[in-house]
């Protein structure tokens, strides 16, 4: 089963990948042979771009159509270091990659999932770490203690050389790892207020994982508990990174949390990552991946809310493919479990979801179905049920009911609410919220022009986004 989520989460392509050439593993069986392909290279194509590497750095090599061959067909071990070299400067990656990760896992060619293996998680691992780029592993414990409101208690109960002896090949003891845990699960708290802070935590504490999982000594039971920190704290930072439009720094992300939900054999956290997955190829306009993998992914779930969460991301995927008996369908399954959700506790990557979240989603999908007038309903409910810290979603909310609004016809009530909109995403700083609502000014609005309230809005936009500009 798991063979099959990691086929389907081989579909949704990174930022600077063309949608429109994705592969399977089945189609193209080598890294190299994706990169070929999506440039339009032939081998000897390839060998001619190696050859003028070399040489205008005054070297002589033997690249032939031949040698290209004997790697993508793994008739011979890795390219040595000069050639991984010579690749690299032809592909455009930094030397940090291929030095960091071994052949072929540091090419780009996100076609091909990395296995679900000891070694895959490594490449995971080691992936991510060249994706933080951050200079210390522990620089967790003081960031932390500088940083979280009511970590006082854990943090005198610490001590540096605990992390620093763990780190350093000694046992991970009970405390250690309670205060991880439980730093890695108030951290999202601050997404909403402190952005960048949040998304250092959480590299720093992904950083200093890791390097537990591979330098410390645990037993199993710790092994689980530590991937399962590293798989929600990857997670989290996925979406800070998602909502500034870093798509393949979220993926790189959600690829590690998969691969620790999987070693750590939680298959509801696991299928959460696989929503998150599917949401971000319905946002990015392909919503068909977004069903296959939500319809795997609901197979692994036990808790009701984590049903309800995957259930509305399956409608809002079947809404912009227009299927509006299974976006009703979708929508109503997600309301009964999130009603049965109520009866249990929901686990951590899910425990946000409420009513709210219900709401704003159902409103986007009566809009993709062309029905304003419920879409309207559904977002004014969920903007009543909001809580004032989710101003990311608020932003979101108000810039969906400004486009009901247009569609009503109602002009003035779309420029009130891409206003306030506007005021809410700069206050978030989140680029996806900016950019919906940058999407609003010049599209939606783009027939109004004339109107001196869609004038006024869009002069004001421009002061307010010039500013954050300088």
């Not at 708290?189 to 959480?202: F, I, K, M, R, V």
């Not at 319905?282 to 919503?287: A, C, N, Q, S, V």
Request: glycine share 6%; aromatic share 6%; proline share 4%.
């Amino acid at each position: 089963m798991w063979a099959r989520f990691a086929n389907r989460v081989a579909t949704v392509p990174y930022r600077h990948q063309s949608w429109g050439v994705c592969m399977t593993t089945e189609a193209v069986r080598h890294p190299l042979t994706y990169v070929r392909q999506q440039r339009g290279w032939s081998m000897e194509k390839l060998a001619y771009h190696l050859n003028l590497a070399a040489q205008r750095r005054g070297l002589r090599i033997a690249a032939d159509r031949s040698r290209i061959y004997r790697w993508e067909h793994r008739r011979v071990g890795a390219p040595s270091d000069l050639y991984q070299e010579l690749l690299a400067d032809v592909l455009g990656i930094d030397s940090a990659r291929w030095r960091t990760m071994t052949w072929p896992w540091w090419l780009p060619a996100y076609d091909r999932p990395f296995p679900f293996s000891p070694a895959g998680v490594r490449a995971a691992h080691t992936e991510l770490l060249v994706d933080l780029d951050q200079p210390d592993r522990r620089t967790f414990l003081v960031l932390a203690a500088g940083s979280l409101v009511g970590m006082a208690t854990e943090w005198s109960r610490v001590e540096p050389e605990r992390l620093a002896g763990a780190l350093a090949g000694r046992r991970v003891d009970e405390s250690l790892l309670t205060w991880l845990e439980s730093s890695v699960e108030r951290l999202p708290g601050l997404a909403n207020t402190s952005p960048q802070e949040c998304a250092d935590l959480l590299g720093a504490a992904m950083r200093v994982t890791i390097s537990l999982l591979d330098s410390a000594r645990y037993d199993e039971p710790t092994g689980h508990r530590l991937r399962t920190v590293l798989a929600h704290a990857a997670q989290s930072a996925a979406w800070l990174q998602f909502d500034q439009g870093h798509h393949a720094s979220a993926q790189h992300h959600w690829r590690t949390a998969l691969h620790s939900a999987h070693s750590a054999d939680d298959r509801d956290l696991g299928a959460g990552v696989l929503s998150d997955l599917a949401y971000s190829a319905t946002w990015l306009g392909h919503p068909s991946e977004a069903v296959e993998i939500l319809s795997l992914a609901r197979t692994r779930t036990r808790y009701a809310t984590a049903r309800s969460l995957l259930d509305v991301r399956r409608a809002r995927a079947l809404a912009v493919l227009q299927d509006d008996v299974g976006t009703a369908r979708a929508l109503n399954d997600a309301e009964h479990q999130l009603e049965r959700g109520r009866a249990q506790p929901a686990p951590p990557w899910v425990s946000w979801m409420s009513s709210a979240d219900l709401a704003v989603d159902a409103g986007r999908c009566w809009l993709d179905l062309g029905d304003p007038r419920r879409a309207t309903a559904a977002l004014e409910e969920g903007l009543g049920l909001l809580v004032p810290e989710r101003g990311r979603t608020r932003a979101i909310m108000l810039t969906y009911r400004a486009h009901a609004a247009l569609a009503n016809h109602d002009v003035d009530a779309a420029v009130a609410d891409t206003r306030t909109a506007l005021d809410t995403a700069l206050g978030t700083g989140a680029s996806r919220c900016l950019d919906l609502v940058r999407s609003t000014l010049r599209e939606s609005l783009e027939p109004h022009k004339g109107e001196t309230a869609v004038r006024d809005l869009r002069s004001y936009a421009h002061q307010q986004l010039t500013s954050v500009r300088a």
